[in-house]
C-alpha cells in the first residue's frame, strides 16, 4: 500500500477516534441542562465528562496537524473554503473548554446559569457543524484549477450538507444519553436512558435518510455495507438501552458513529477534496501530498507515537470508570 493511502486511513482513523470520543462529550454538554434539574444533578453530568474531555479533544488537533504534514494542499483548501464555519467551532471549542473551567469558581446560581448557558450552546454549535463539514467535502465544493474554494458560506448550507448536520446532532445526542446513563445512578441515568432512546429513534430516521443519500450519491458497493452496518448498530444500542444494557448501548452508538465516519471517507477516496465544478479540479492523495520522505518521517513518528497515546488514555478511562451520583457531589 502507497504512504499516500495509509495516511489517508490514518486521518480518517483519527477522526473515527474524535467523533467518537468527543461526541458523547457534546452529547453531554447538550443533556446537561435538561437532565439536570438543579445544580447537583448537573454537576453529575458534567462529571462524567470532567476527567476526558480535554483530552477527547487532543484527537482533532492530531487530526488537523496530520492532515497539514500529510496533504498540506487539502488542509489549505479546506481551512480557507470552510474558514467561517471552522472559526464557528474553535469559538465554540474554546468557550465550552472556558464554561467547563470557570463554571465552579463561584458558588452564584447566576454565575453557573450563565456558563451552563455556554456549555450548551459550545457543545451544540460544533456538534452541528462537523456533519455540515464531513458532508460537503464528500459531496463536492467549487474549488478551481488552483485548487482554491471558490463558493461563498450560502453553497455549505445545501440539504445534504444541513442533513448531515441534523444526522451528527441526533448520533451524538444519543451518544452522550447513553454515555450519562452509563457513567451515573439514580434518577439522573433513568432519565438519560429514557432520553436516550427518544433521540436514538429520530437519530435512526435523520442518520438513516442522510446514509442513504450518501450511499446513491457515492459508490453504493463500497458505502452500503457501512451504512446497513451503521443502522444495525444503532438499532441493537436502542435495543440494549431499553433493556437497560447501559454498556452495550453505548458500545452501538460508539460503532454507529465510527462506522457513519468511515462510510464517509470511504465514499471521499481517491479525492480527499472533490471539485463541483471539474473532477479534473478535485485533490486526491496524489495531488495533494507531501513529499515521500515526509510521509515516511511522520510514520515512524506515529509507530512510536500513536500506541502510547492509546494506552495513556485507555488508562484515563479505567482509572475513571466508576458511576457516579448526587451522593458523590461535596456540599
Known sequence: MELTTIWFCAIAFLWVGYLVLEGFDFGVGIWM??????DNERRVVLNTIGPVWDGNEVWVIVAGGAMFAAFPE????????FYLPLFAILVALILRATALE???????PAWRRRWDWCIVGGSLVPAVLWGVALANIVRGVPIDADHE??????DLLNPYALLGGLATLTLFMTHGAVFIALKT???VRAR???AGIRVGALAVLVGGAFMAWTVVDSDAARTAPFAVAAAVAL???LLAAMRERDGWAFAGTAVTIGLVVVMLFVALFPDVMTSSLDSAYSLTTDNASATPYTLRIMTWSAVVFVPLVLLYQGWSYWVFRKRIGTENIPA
Open 33 to 38: 441542562a435538561i437532565l439536570g434539574r438543579n
Open 74 to 81: 487539502w488542509y489549505a483548501t479546506l481551512f480557507s473554503g
Open 102 to 108: 470557570y463554571r465552579g469558581k463561584r458558588d452564584d
Open 149 to 154: 474554494y471558490v463558493g461563498t458560506l450560502f
Open 185 to 187: 445512578t439514580g434518577d
Open 192 to 194: 438519560a436512558n429514557r
Open 235 to 237: 438499532v441493537l444500542g
